[in-house]
């Protein structure tokens, strides 16, 4: 079983920004690739962000290209998510997601087995 703890969430003004962290536990932990998705209320999960948990394949939806960054601590089994020029239609909770295995999109939300309980980021503008 894998674990999912997400911190780094809050209240922010447009502009600002915000790191999300996610650290992974559990005795079995293995990964192909971490991810963060969203969701706004009244809305559907959406993909934020991707990386392999090797090499430096990485993958962004297009909303967020420029402005946010996710890289990973394989050492400490944390994967992160820089938040910049942060803006009211980033408001949703933030959810970290495990793929065990391998797929080739990384960001189809099937392949994510396992899921953090999210934390809230609110924009204000």
């Known amino acids: 079983q894998v674990q999912l703890v997400e911190s780094g969430g809050g209240l922010v003004q447009a502009g600002g920004s915000l790191r999300l962290s996610c650290a992974a536990s559990?005795?079995?932990?293995?990964?192909?690739?971490m991810a963060w998705f969203r969701q706004a209320p009244g809305k559907e999960r959406e993909f934020v962000a991707a990386i392999r948990w090797s090499g430096s394949s990485t993958a962004y939806t297009d909303s967020v290209k420029g402005r946010f960054t996710i890289s990973r601590d394989n050492a400490k089994k944390t994967v992160y998510l820089e938040m910049n020029i942060l803006k009211p239609e980033d408001t949703a909770v933030y959810y970290c997601a495990v793929a065990p295995t391998y797929y080739n999109n990384l960001e189809s939300a099937f392949q994510y087995a396992y899921w953090g309980q999210g934390t809230q980021v609110t924009v204000s503008s």
């Open positions: 559990g005795r079995t932990f293995s990964s192909a690739a």
